[in-house]
């Protein structure tokens, strides 16, 4: 896992690097704050999610095949390390492991995903952020 890992430091004006992010891979975040924004193409579904440090974001898969769009904010500069899509699924297939891993990921941001899916649904005109306490 260390070997395919990507330091990296975006900063708020990095727009290119910012929209190419979510279709990257796997996301920890190091340092900072950002704003991920998740809509259907016809706008039915709104939803926002704060990730701030420690926390992971993304998928093995590509996101360009994905009905949802992801784009991404940031408050001031964001430390990550990027885990590539394409290193990963080499990985994968050498090591059973990277499943549980993954797996590990998805239950950490299952509760953001949820809580959002919940606020969104209240009332549509009010666009409500959520962030758990760290």
Do not use: C
């Amino acid at each position: 896992m260390v070997a395919i890992a990507q330091h990296k430091t975006i900063a708020q004006h990095d727009h290119i690097t910012l929209q190419e992010l979510p279709a990257s891979g796997v996301i920890y975040f190091v340092k900072g704050t950002a704003v991920v924004t998740m809509q259907t193409p016809n706008l039915k579904m709104i939803n926002n999610m704060v990730f701030g440090q420690g926390d992971w974001f993304g998928d093995y898969q590509s996101q360009k095949a994905s009905a949802i769009s992801f784009k991404f904010s940031v408050l001031d500069s964001i430390e990550i390390i990027i885990f590539d899509n394409n290193k990963l699924q080499h990985l994968m297939d050498e090591e059973l492991e990277t499943f549980s891993w993954l797996y590990h990921i998805s239950s950490e941001s299952r509760p953001k995903w949820l809580q959002s899916q919940l606020l969104g649904r209240e009332n549509k005109q009010i666009r409500i952020v959520y962030t758990r306490d760290q």
